[in-house]
């Protein structure tokens, strides 16, 4: 009897991903670093829902959004692509298929995330609403668990060398975790603000090291 462990070799050579999810990945990746570099900062003034308000009014708002929003539904569509095209260890497959729904009701969630700016003046009084609450719990039941599958899908790719390696998994364990922790304080605390930063660029980072390590591979067994 034998069994399989996170370690146990799955195929004779490394995973070679195929042009479509390298194109996939590659453009989500450089639409969520686009994304969040256009994201607006609030004035650091009030309470959070005074906060909320000011980021709300800012020109970038839209553009950011769209970005994340066209970003989620590219990392939707890889992930939904990976477990049909290419020989995953069985845990990686797994773990795909569970961020391919996360990823998918992130991505629903992020259309009324963008179309917020539009109920901005209900909030210019400084007061708690529906779209107040709506955004906290957007940040804290979407936004952080997708952050929190990126997370464990770089370590447990990484291991099995499905996506990347152990190096690429350390970039995508912490962008990962930093973005989490930041989204899931964000409507509480000002603390953890920078950790958007930190998480954006690991989680970009991450993706586009796994594409460039996928495509070198892909390079290899072609030759």
């Known amino acids: 009897m034998t069994t399989t462990t996170l370690d146990s070799p799955v195929r004779s050579r490394p995973l070679a991903l195929d042009r479509g999810t390298l194109a996939y990945l590659t453009a989500a990746a450089v639409a969520f670093n686009v994304g969040g570099a256009l994201h607006p900062n609030d004035d650091g003034t009030g309470n959070k829902v005074a906060q909320l308000h000011d980021m709300l009014l800012r020109p970038t708002w839209y553009p950011s959004h769209l970005g994340l929003l066209v970003s989620f539904g590219l990392f939707t569509a890889a992930f939904v692509r990976m477990p049909r ?19 998918a009701l992130t991505t629903a969630a992020m259309v009324p995330h963008l179309l917020a700016a539009l109920g901005a003046d209900s909030i210019a009084d400084g007061r708690s609403n529906a779209l107040s609450v709506f955004m906290t ?53 000002d603390t953890l603000d920078r ?8 989680i970009t980072l991450w993706t586009l090291t796994v594409v460039a390590v996928g495509a070198w591979r892909r390079r290899g067994q072609q030759v």
């Open 195 to 202: 950790l958007f930063a930190v998480g954006g660029t690991g």
């Open 137 to 189: 719990l957007d940040e804290t039941l979407a936004d952080a668990p997708w952050a929190l599958g990126i997370a464990l899908l770089a370590l447990v790719a990484g291991v099995t060398k499905d996506l990347g390696n152990r190096m690429t998994a350390v970039i995508g364990v912490v962008g990962g975790l930093s973005f989490a922790a930041a989204a899931v304080t964000i409507p509480f605390t």
């Open 85 to 103: 095209r290419l020989d995953l260890a069985p845990l990686t497959r797994r773990t795909i298929r569970v961020m391919a729904v996360v990823s």
